[in-house]
Every structure is written in C-alpha cells, then in structure tokens.
C-alpha cells in the first residue's frame, strides 16, 4: 500500500512539473512574440464570415431590420461614430460598431456574450452601445421624433377621421414600463404597482403607430397622469392643439388626443366615460370608438417591444444609459417602421400596464365640455 501510495504520488509531481513546464515556454514565447497590445486575439470570423453569409430572412431575424436599412443607418450615423486608429491597435469597423449596438438592443444579451460573438473587449462592447446610441439621439431623433407643425397636425387628424370616423384627432398618448436594475439612490421610487423596479415610457403615436413625442426615464412608480404632468408635452400642449379650432357639436376646439382612464380630461385629450354602471347608451358607443382607435398605441408599444427586446428584458445599465436606449429604440421603430420592415408576429409582446382612473383636475370643466361636444358630432 505505501508503495503504491509512493508512485501515485511520483506521478503527481511529474504531471505538475510537466505543467509547470509547459506554462513557463507559453510565457516566453508570449514575451517574445507578442507585440505591445491592449488585448488579446479574438476570431472575428462570426461577423466577417458567418454574418456576410446571411440570407435576407436570416438578417432580419437577427438584426430585426433588413441589410439595406442596416446600411442606411450606418451611414446616417457615420458621422458621430467615426473613430481614428489608435496605435498599433486597429478601430473596429463601422458596420461592426452598429451591429454590436443594435445586435444588443434586439436581444438584451449580455455584453461578455456580445464580446465573444464580436470578437472584440467587453468595454469596447459597452462603448459600442454609448456610442451608437448618442449618434442616434444627435442625428437621427430631431428628424424622426418631432412636435408636428400645422400641415402634419391636419395630416394625422385626415388619416384619424378617414380609419377611425374621430374628428380633429391627431394621436394617442399612454404609458408603458421599462424593466431595470434596482438604482443605488431612491430605489423604492423606481418600484411599480406590479412589484418590479422600472422606468416609465410615455409616447404619443399617430394614427400609423409612429411615434411624435417620447419621454422616458421618470420612476416606475409614478402614476402616468403625474409624468403627462412632468413632460415636455404638458407645458406646450395649449400652443401645439390650440392653434387651429373648429366648431364641433356647437363648441370651440382644437386638435386633441387620446388617452385612457389614468389620464386627466382636458381640452386637448380625450379619455372614456368612467365606467360607473350606469353609462347611457351615447356615453357606451362614445367609449368603444376611442378604444378602438387608442389600440394605435397599444400596438406600437407592442412592436417597439418586440423588435426591440432590450425594453422587455431588465436592463442592467445605469439609468441615464437606459434612458438613451430607450429613446434610441423609439427612433429605430419609426426608421424600421417608415422603411416598410416586416415584423413577425412570433415578435409581438402584450404590453399593457393598467393604472387606476385619474381624478379630474384643475381645468377639467372646459375638457368635460369639449368630451361632450365631440361625443354629440358622433352620435348626430
């Protein structure tokens, strides 16, 4: 037995000798082979190989937009991310950089996978993200998510009247949730009602389920008719719909919005009767028909999710990073959507995020008024 236990141990220390051995010529080697980098070698050939060799369906599977729009984002965005070499390390390419960043944005996969997929650093991952989606927010925003001047207000409200029969109306406002990491700072403000932590999407869409107006990054637990309130859109909502007025039902009104049950009854936004049982058969009818057009935003948010899976899945990210995705997917859905890219089905996420009825507020008499007006045009 302890000869036994001997040559056991004998072996032993000759397969560590061996291995340590074999460590020190690997390390010389290194030394003296390896010129001064920043990183270690990758293989590249996923995306120089694999990726070339994708069919048209294998593209818009993967990069949820077909090649020829993927070109015209990148040179669109070309500007912001063009990047010198930097000693003897070359930058990774263009098109490499924009499909690291919307490969993240379709899928939510981690960045140490996203690295080994690239062939590149899990910081020049995360960069890659910043980057791109700064770009996207500098250039492409201002031209793809904008308030609507006085033709395109009377475009949207044709195209409203001529598919749903709503006059005067040029969108549909609601709210959706973006599931993140818990912040360091005030982390109960960012837990919701459905006892997760996330941030709020507010988005106006028109009548093709394009966005106009997008604001994000306020706490998952406020009430969507308190961020309307903090938004951008509250402040300019009586020169933005008050601009043109027309005689509907006997009252004086401007263009409006839809929104649901959480949201104030204003002038300019429409929401339904509250249901409280004893609804006439006009205040019934008046609901359906703003149903059936608000499913506009439904829809959309359900789109922009499922193109986008990055706002489906907890982001990880700090929150003014998630805020830039955010918007950054936004503008990407009305780019995927304005170029005519298909969307599977299997993609489709339900989204709704129901809130409970918001009290009327201050100024609610002149909207009730106008509620009244317009459910008496649809009911004549």
Not at 181 to 203: D, F, M, R
Not at 213 to 242: I, Q
Not at 247 to 267: E, R
Request: proline share 4%.
């Amino acid at each position: 037995m302890n000869e036994r236990r001997r040559r056991l141990e004998e072996e032993l220390d000759r397969f560590t000798s061996l291995q340590f051995t074999m460590l020190q010529i690997l390390l010389h080697r290194a030394r003296r082979t390896a010129p001064i980098v920043w990183t270690h070698k990758r293989s590249a050939e996923w995306w120089k190989v694999v990726v070339s060799t994708f069919s048209d369906e294998q593209w818009v599977q993967n990069f949820r937009m077909s090649k020829e729009t993927f070109t015209y984002l990148c040179q669109r965005v070309q500007p912001a991310m063009e990047k010198q070499d930097v000693n003897y390390r070359l930058c990774v390419p263009l098109q490499q950089r924009v499909a690291i960043a919307v490969w993240k944005l379709a899928t939510n996969a981690d960045y140490w996978s996203i690295a080994h997929l690239f062939a590149v650093s899990l910081s020049t991952a995360c960069k890659c993200l910043k980057a791109f989606c700064s770009a996207v927010e500098d250039i492409l925003q201002p031209e793809a998510i904008q308030f609507p001047n006085a033709d395109k207000l009377q475009e949207m409200a044709n195209y409203f009247e001529n598919r749903w029969g709503l006059p005067h109306c040029v969108g549909a406002i609601d709210g959706s949730h973006i599931p993140i990491l818990a912040p360091q700072e005030y982390h109960t403000e960012y837990y919701n009602s459905k006892g997760w932590y996330s941030v709020v999407l507010q988005a106006v869409v028109d009548g093709k389920g394009l966005f106009w107006n997008v604001f994000s990054g306020l706490p998952g637990s406020m009430h969507d008719a308190r961020v309307l309130r903090r938004s951008g859109l509250w402040n300019m909502a009586d020169r933005l719909f008050g601009g043109q007025h027309h005689v509907t039902g006997g009252h004086d009104m401007g263009y409006y919005i839809l929104g649901d049950a959480a949201y104030p009854q204003t002038s300019w936004l429409m929401k339904p009767f509250m249901d409280n049982g004893c609804l006439t058969e006009e205040e019934t009818n008046f609901n359906i028909r703003l149903s059936r057009a608000r499913v506009v935003v439904e829809n959309a948010f359900g789109r922009l999710k499922g193109r986008w899976r990055c706002l489906l899945k907890r982001n990880d990210c700090n929150l003014d990073t998630v805020k830039s995705v955010v918007i950054t997917c936004c503008v990407l859905h009305n780019l995927c959507e304005s170029h005519g890219e298909d969307f599977r089905e299997e993609w489709a996420e339900p989204v709704l995020f129901n809130q409970p009825d918001a009290p009327l507020q201050d100024g609610a008499d002149t909207g009730v008024a106008a509620r009244a007006a317009l459910m008496s045009q649809l009911t004549n």
